[in-house]
C-alpha cells in the first residue's frame, strides 16, 4: 500500500488566493482526518470523516475553510481566501475502525505558505 | 490551559545516553496514550502506544504512564542519532476512531 497521499507537498500562493489541498487515504480505512501543524500550536485537529460523513468541524478555524470527500479515496480541504497566517503544514491522516487509534497514518503533509 | 503540555525542547544529548521525554495531561478521561515520532518534513508516525497506567518496552524505548498524577513519559536507551526527531505524545479517552489530543512535540538532537 502506498500510504495516505497529499499532494500538492509544497504551495506558495497570494493572499486572497483558493487554495485547494488533496488527500488519498488508505484503502478500506473508514476515517479520514485534517490536521493543521504550526511551531506555535502544534498539531490540531481541523475536521474529521467516518465513512465519508463530517463527524467534527469544530477545529475549522473559520468560514473560508471548508472539507468534502466526495467518497471514500479521496477528500479536500479548501481555504478561500486564504491568509499570511494560514501559512503551516497540512496533515491528512486515516485509521480503520477496529484498529481504532493505534491504526493513525499520516500522509507526508502540504507546506502552505501564504504571501 | 492546554489538554496536554508538552516542553518543546530541543533537546540535545550525545549519542549512548537515556532520554526521556515527558508529556502533562489534565483530563482525567483520557485512557490510551501514544507517542509518534516525525522526522523532518515527514508526517508523524506511530512509536508506542499503552492502555491506562503501567510501562510497556519496545527495544530501546519505553513508555510510562502514572494517571495519578497525569505524567506520562517515553525513555529512549542507547540513543543513537537516528533518534532525531520531534517526539509527540498524544491521548484519547477512547479506543475508537475518534479524534486524538496531541501534545506540541518535543524536538531531540542525538550527537554522533
Known amino acids: 500500500d502506498a500510504g495516505v497521499i497529499q499532494s500538492p507537498r509544497h504551495e506558495v500562493t497570494e493572499m486572497g488566493q483558493e487554495v485547494t489541498l488533496r488527500c488519498k487515504p488508505i484503502?478500506?480505512?473508514?476515517?479520514l482526518f485534517w490536521y493543521r501543524q504550526t511551531m506555535m500550536r502544534g498539531l490540531e485537529l481541523l475536521i474529521y470523516f467516518n465513512n465519508n460523513v463530517p463527524i467534527d468541524d469544530s477545529g475549522m478555524p473559520e468560514d473560508r475553510f471548508s472539507a468534502k470527500m466526495p467518497n471514500a479515496s479521496f477528500s479536500t480541504l479548501k481555504i478561500q481566501p486564504s491568509e499570511p497566517r494560514d501559512s503551516a503544514v497540512y496533515f491528512c491522516?486515516?485509521?480503520?475502525?477496529?484498529?481504532?487509534?493505534?491504526?493513525?497514518?499520516f500522509g507526508s503533509g502540504t507546506r502552505l505558505t501564504v504571501v | 490551559q492546554k489538554e496536554v503540555e508538552q516542553d518543546p525542547g530541543p533537546l540535545s544529548v550525545p549519542e549512548g545516553a537515556i532520554v526521556s521525554l515527558n508529556c502533562t495531561y489534565s483530563n482525567s478521561a483520557f485512557q490510551y496514550f501514544m507517542w509518534y515520532r516525525q522526522y523532518s518534513r515527514k508526517g508523524p508516525e506511530l512509536l508506542m502506544y499503552t492502555y491506562s497506567s503501567g510501562n510497556k518496552e519496545d527495544g530501546r524505548f519505553t513508555a510510562q504512564v502514572d494517571k495519578s498524577s497525569k505524567y506520562i513519559s517515553l525513555f529512549i536507551r542507547d540513543s543513537q542519532p537516528s533518534d532525531s526527531a520531534t517526539y509527540l505524545c498524544a491521548m484519547n479517552p477512547n479506543r475508537g476512531g475518534d479524534k486524538l489530543t496531541f501534545g506540541t512535540g518535543t524536538r531531540l538532537a542525538v550527537r554522533p
Open positions: 484503502s478500506g480505512h473508514d476515517y
Open positions: 491522516a486515516s485509521s480503520v475502525s477496529g484498529q481504532g487509534l493505534v491504526g493513525y497514518t
